[in-house]
């Protein structure tokens, strides 16, 4: 017995915060099939999962290279278009289980300020662990969360968001 939690109950325990995650930095359109093959991957890797492994931030690490392929991928490819969308139109933004202009504002941050937000915030990882997934130190991850908060709050000055001290 490797002490270790059913597969089944991972994904239950975690799947919201990975779904979130995916979201935040691929937007509804993506975010689905990217949480699918984190848990694809991830279910093939388990077995080999130590036992006192942070279970959260190795899915969270996994959601992050997905989300880097799909965005790799859908930059290879052109996307036709009968008509141009509204610029205007946010129905998807409540997925992210946001305000829609607040989903809106997290989509224009830079990348690793979004994802620095989205793996912090989102899914409560530590700063060390973020700082893991996006690669270089805890304090870089923790200055990059810092400067796409301040965004956010200059996009909303009335808003509060949590931070910590």
Known sequence: MTGKSPFETVVSAHGATVLRVCRAVLGPADADDAWSET??????????????????????????????DVTRAAARRAIPAAEIPDAGDTADRGDLGLD?????????????????????????LPYTDVAAILGGTADAARRAAADGIARLRRSFPGARVRSER
């Open 39 to 68: 848990f694809l991957s991830a279910m093939k890797a388990y077995p080999g999962l130590s036992a006192d492994a942070n279970v959260e931030a190795w899915l969270v690490t996994i959601a992050h290279r997905k989300a880097i």
């Open 100 to 124: 829609g202009d607040l989903a809106e504002a997290l989509t224009r941050l830079p990348a690793r300020q979004k994802r620095a937000v989205a793996y912090h915030y989102l899914a409560g």
